[in-house]
């Protein structure tokens, strides 16, 4: 059997980074691909059983529940059936899962996964860099930048900015390069 692939979409906050995912993994369903949608137990934004994107689409995706050491609780009965795994916030998932979606793709399977580039410090997120690096596309999303307008480089903490309005469902903000560096935040 061929290998698979890996390919992963980036960005900050509200950049459509689910949204994207669940047309990859939608895309293979309607070709009669079998698809598994995995996330991490710790995002329980919205819903224990989907991923489900700021605009309110959902698919079904199972929480991987992930130990106080680290490891990752797969379900490999799934995974081995699997054509197709996209995986959301995978910036969440500890290094364990770098050898686990290296193994899949040995096995052949398309890998997508989708999550934070940067920490709300503008840091490389956890195991999302070095998914970049081993990936074959790499899409960097964009949200529109909630201080300017200009396209978004980053999700910047905001409950204690006051230029800052309303917020929306958390207090994170997506920003342009200039309005973090003006935040501290580069
Ligand atoms: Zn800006």
């Given at each position: 059997m061929p290998v698979g692939y890996l390919t992963v979409d980036v960005g900050s906050m509200f950049a459509e980074k689910s949204t994207a995912l669940q047309r990859h993994g939608k895309r293979y369903m309607?070709?009669?691909?079998?698809?598994?949608?995995l996330k991490p137990s710790i995002d329980n934004r919205y819903s224990q059983d989907f991923i489900v994107t700021h605009d309110g689409k959902k698919v079904e995706a199972l929480n991987v529940q992930i130990t106080n050491d680290c490891e990752v609780d797969l379900p490999f009965d799934l995974l081995n059936e699997a054509d197709v795994v996209c995986i959301d916030e995978v910036q969440f998932f500890p290094e364990e899962m770098i050898d686990h979606i290296e193994r899949l793709i040995e096995q052949g399977k398309k890998i997508f996964a989708a999550g934070l580039d940067m920490d709300r410090y503008g840091k490389p997120f956890g195991i999302v860099p070095y998914l970049m690096a081993k990936a074959d596309h790499v899409t960097k999303h964009h949200a529109v930048c909630a201080f300017c307008?200009?396209?978004a480089w980053v999700s910047l903490e905001v409950s204690n900015d006051s230029n800052?309005?309303?917020k929306v469902g958390n207090d994170y903000k997506p920003a342009c390069r200039q309005c973090a560096y003006e935040r501290g935040v580069k």
């Open positions: 309607l070709a009669g691909k079998k698809v598994v949608f307008g200009d396209d800052i309005q309303v």
